[in-house]
């Protein structure tokens, strides 16, 4: 992974591409950051965990920008975030996240009340390929209808 990230970052600037330089390098500073503070090398996993999370960064900045009426700010925010889903596995839609749930219920056994139990069983199947809000928003649509 890390060497896809260079590679790209060579192409994108000899093609001139600012935004996708400036998101690369951007990524490749937090992983170096992650790798220095925990004195580890990044496996491809954690580096895509890496990338997810600067993903939801820029979507929880979006809303703000959108909130302060900042087109500037959004249209580069979204070109960020394209790029970066260039690098995460592709994303789970709501239909497989919600039988993953439904499965997950019903393994644990899990009531209405047991939402911190079903998350906790569920992220680390789901991983990079999902939000944790979507997540989230599924698993207490499926609590609501258990008995």
Do not use: C, H, W
Request: aromatic share 2%; no cysteine; net charge neutral.
């Amino acid at each position: 992974m890390k060497q896809r990230l260079l590679a790209d970052l060579k192409s994108a600037m000899k093609n001139k591409e600012k935004v996708r330089k400036d998101t690369i390098t951007m990524v490749r500073a937090a992983i170096l950051q992650q790798e220095k503070d925990n004195k580890v090398e990044l496996s491809d996993d954690e580096i895509i965990d890496v990338i997810a999370k600067q993903l939801k960064q820029r979507k929880d900045a979006l809303e703000d920008f959108k909130k302060a009426d900042r087109q500037d700010l959004i249209d580069q925010t979204n070109q960020e975030i394209e790029v970066l889903k260039d690098y995460l596995p592709e994303q789970l839609g709501d239909d497989e996240i919600r039988q993953m749930v439904v499965e997950t219920v019903e393994s644990t056994g899990a009531g209405k009340k047991d939402m911190g139990k079903v998350m906790k069983a569920i992220m680390p199947q789901v991983g990079a390929r999902a939000d944790g809000k979507t997540v989230s928003r599924i698993v207490k649509e499926v609590l609501s209808t258990v008995e």
